[in-house]
Nanobody, 124 residues
Framework: VQLQASGGGLVQAGGSLRLSCAAS????????MGWFRQAPGKEREFVAG????????DYEDSAKGRFTISRDNAKNTVYLQMDSLKPEDTAVYCC??????????????????WGQGTLVTVSS
């Protein structure tokens, strides 16, 4: 599976961005999906996960109420809608696919495939 993340950019605090993760090479509905981020000098951290059907989601605490993960299996794409962005959300965001879990797990080592990152910069 090849994953291509897009949608990052520069936004002011309080603004919104929608990230997309498009898959090719395999049907995305076979995978639970997750979004991670990595800020400069910090470890990669889980942001959100979603089940294969999209019916179940999970969020890191700081993302709850501000971010929404969703998927369109017909388009082989997963999304991360980010609202009320804060400067501390600045990071490179990556999507990942997991074949062995019902919902995107929080542990990065549980994933089988990773996309390249897309940079999100939130100015104050």
């Amino acid at each position: 599976v090849q994953l291509q993340a897009s949608g990052g950019g520069l936004v002011q605090a309080g603004g919104s961005l929608r990230l997309s993760c498009a898959a090719s090479g395999h049907t995305l509905s076979s995978y639970a999906m997750g979004w991670f981020r990595q800020a400069p000098g910090k470890e990669r951290e889980f942001v959100a996960g979603i089940s294969r059907s999209g019916s179940v989601t999970d969020y890191e605490d700081s993302a709850k109420g501000r971010f929404t993960i969703s998927r369109d299996n017909a388009k082989n794409t997963v999304y991360l809608q980010m609202d009320s962005l804060k400067p501390e959300d600045t990071a490179v965001y990556c999507c990942a696919a997991a074949s062995r879990y019902p919902i995107g797990p929080t542990n990065p080592s549980s994933y089988d495939y990773w996309g390249q990152g897309t940079l999100v910069t939130v100015s104050s």
